[in-house]
């Protein structure tokens, strides 16, 4: 089975702190992808990367920047907290379009 | 714009009954879609897709899905909905062959009551 893991289930930080979540996905996939979820918005796309190093913005990327320095591991940082950043984070991986994505158990970040 | 309309918040229907979920796009190529489930307290997974062929899908735990080209649905159905069914279903739109990128409607919870 496809595993996709995130660091953390809860995480509770101060305004201003920078915060990473780490993803890590074992099977090999080229692509993996960062939402957010929030109630009533559905999943928005913050990055992706379609390889190491390499890296796209989505549509929230402000706030937010990434890092992929090894094909299975994919960190979304957020360099300065903000209380408007609390919000279940989710971590996802894929082959290609052609494919679905397979997704982590998410990350529910406070942010106080 | 291309983006993904789920119109109902929540649907709820009696154990035994057919249910529907529906989802409408906007993309302007050649669309690939989605279906995922939310139980609670936990990720999404994948329950089926379009990507070319067949109108009609079918993906796990019995669902199946119809791809309507002229009125861009792609609504997701089963013929008896089970208590355990009850989630929260996202559909997703892959806009074109060009992009891994996914668009996710804003969800629909069901409820299926005893």
């Known amino acids: 089975d496809v595993k996709v893991t995130q660091s953390s289930r809860y995480l509770v930080k101060r305004t201003g702190e920078k915060v990473f979540l780490e993803c890590v996905q074992d099977?090999?996939?080229?692509?993996m992808f960062w939402y957010r979820q929030d109630p009533g918005l559905g999943l928005r796309l913050i990055y992706f990367s379609y390889d190491v190093k390499m890296k796209e913005k989505g549509d929230i990327p402000e706030g937010y920047s990434v890092s992929r320095e090894k094909k299975e591991r994919f960190s979304l940082i957020l360099e300065s907290a903000s209380t408007n950043q609390t919000s279940m984070y989710l971590c996802?991986?894929?082959?290609?379009?052609?494919?679905?994505?397979?997704f982590g158990p998410g990350t529910r970040l406070t942010v106080t | 714009a291309q983006s993904v309309a789920q119109p109902e918040d929540q649907v709820n229907v009696a154990e035994g009954n057919p249910l529907t979920v529906k989802c409408t796009y906007s993309v302007s190529g050649n669309p690939y879609l989605f279906w995922y489930v939310q139980y609670p307290n936990r990720g999404l997974q994948f329950l089926l897709k379009y990507i070319t062929g067949d109108n009609l899908v079918k993906g796990s735990y019995g669902f199946e899905a119809e791809f309507n080209k002229s009125q861009t649905s792609f609504h997701l159905k089963k013929p008896s909905a089970l208590v355990s069914d009850s989630a929260l279903y996202f559909c997703?739109?892959?806009?074109?062959?060009?992009?891994?990128?996914?668009?996710f409607g804003t969800g629909t919870r069901l409820q299926v009551f005893p």
């Open positions: 996802a991986s894929s082959k290609t379009s052609l494919y679905e994505q397979y």
């Open positions: 997703a739109v892959s806009p074109d062959e060009g992009t891994d990128k996914l668009i």
């Open positions: 099977m090999d996939h080229e692509n």
